[in-house]
């Protein structure tokens, strides 16, 4: 049987958190080894390290979404250093998911400024980072090009739903992932020339 992981879920996300035991309970006989709960705020944050920490095959990203970051916490890098002396690398796997959204047109300059911290922070804890973009590439390649000496742990563009033009422009600067999320469910589906890239 192949096996698989899922790299980025929100099981504890309101709509699933009652059904979160069993979705642990039945990974293995669904086919996945591990799982990583990755993270939108800093209370999230907080119960995704709890849950991962009461797994043995689960797995966590800390971090702050762009859609909060004008409420970035000020005990976030506090919350994070702490997070990292507990518990290592064992289970906090990536820093994220941050980067950019500028759909629902949140503060664009707030958004910015967070992305652009939480990149450091990343680099500080030697976590890799898992960025979130959506209608804000150009504006997320140009930050994460400007801190690029500060990408040193590995990058994951999560859920990512550009073409093949951007991908490439990603990987003349980055050797970086990618991950696609539902979006390679619909019709039509733009992204099989990205993927096959």
Not at 133 to 147: G, K
Request: net charge negative; hydrophobic share 40%; proline share 3%.
């Amino acid at each position: 049987m192949t096996r698989f992981a899922d790299s980025h879920c929100h099981i504890l996300d309101p709509r699933l958190i009652d059904r979160a035991e069993s979705i642990v309970k039945n990974m293995s006989s669904d086919g996945l080894d591990f799982i990583v709960e990755v993270s939108a705020s800093i209370p999230e944050s907080y119960e995704s390290v709890k849950f991962a920490m009461a797994h043995d095959n689960v797995f966590c990203a800390i971090g702050v979404h762009p859609e909060f970051a004008k409420t970035y916490p000020e005990d976030a890098d506090e919350f994070a250093h702490w997070a990292l002396s507990q518990h290592g690398n064992k289970k906090i796997v990536g820093y994220g998911e941050c980067g950019l959204d500028y759909k629902y047109s949140h503060d664009a300059e707030a958004q910015k400024q967070c992305f652009t911290h939480q990149i450091l922070l990343a680099d500080k804890l030697g976590l890799p980072l898992i960025v979130h973009t959506r209608q804000a590439f150009d504006d997320t390649l140009q930050i994460l090009v400007e801190n690029k000496a500060h990408i040193r742990n590995g990058l994951l563009f999560h859920c990512f739903c550009e073409g093949t033009s951007e991908a490439t422009r990603v990987l003349e600067h980055f050797d970086a992932y990618f991950a696609f999320g539902g979006a390679v469910t619909h019709t039509p589906n733009t992204l099989d020339d990205t993927i096959r890239t």
